[in-house]
């Protein structure tokens, strides 16, 4: 390669033919180009919006929505001991209390991808197939990484959404879901919040 490089810039023409072919394979076998984005909540740790707008398979109702870092099911571990619920019915019109006052509380663990094309390999494999009848990338033209959210609804006892703007209880229900959620971050070993005292 030092070679070709030096004959380059002695002009060398064959040589820089070289360099640009392995560049152009280089380029062509490398580049991605991404095609869907999981949401990125910029210069913050959550959002409030309507779920569906989310993720489509979720209801029309305004949530509390942020990136969950840890593994699977941690989110539902957690809610399960902080509330004493044993395994019944969690995230799933939990009730809970912020006040005085019962409020009934629905999760859903979520799923968003970035997914990106490799055009390149997609081209190499065309040029050996119709060469050499083979194909080298076909289960690599496209990846994905997953991104998991935590979208959270709460409703009071006449089951209207708390979230919402009209809301008289949105601002105490809203932070009480930010304390929520930094407390899950922060919180390892959920057996402890048993002896902590509850706000």
């Known amino acids: 390669m030092v070679g070709i490089i030096i004959d380059v810039f002695s002009g060398n023409y064959q040589s820089m033919k070289k360099i640009l072919l392995i560049a152009s394979v280089l380029l062509i076998t490398t580049s991605c180009i991404p095609y869907k984005f999981?949401?990125?909540?910029?210069?913050?740790?959550?959002k409030v919006m309507k779920a569906k707008k989310f993720k489509r398979e979720l209801a029309n109702e305004t949530s509390?929505?942020?990136?969950?870092?840890k593994d699977a099911n941690?989110?539902?571990n957690y809610?399960?001991?902080?509330?004493?619920?044993n395994h019944n019915n969690v995230g799933l019109n939990s009730p809970i209390q912020i006040n005085t006052n019962t409020y009934y509380f629905t999760?859903?663990?979520v799923e968003r991808t970035d997914e990106t094309a490799?055009?390149?390999?997609?081209?190499?494999d065309l040029v050996l197939d119709e060469k050499l009848g083979v194909t080298a990338f076909d289960n690599n033209y496209s990846s994905r990484k997953g991104h998991w959210y935590i979208v959270i609804t709460v409703y009071d006892e006449n089951l209207k959404n708390?979230?919402?703007d009209k809301h008289p209880k949105k601002l105490e229900v809203l932070q009480f879901l930010k304390e929520l959620q930094q407390e899950y971050l922060?919180?390892?070993n959920y057996e402890e919040l048993l002896f902590t005292k509850k706000s």
């Open 107 to 109: 999760y859903h663990e």
């Open 186 to 188: 922060k919180t390892h």
């Open 64 to 69: 509390f929505i942020f990136k969950d870092p």
């Open 118 to 124: 490799n055009i390149g390999l997609v081209l190499t």
């Open 38 to 46: 999981a949401p990125k909540f910029k210069n913050e740790d959550y």
């Open 162 to 164: 708390c979230l919402l």
């Open 79 to 85: 809610i399960n001991t902080k509330y004493k619920l």
């Open 74 to 76: 941690e989110f539902y």
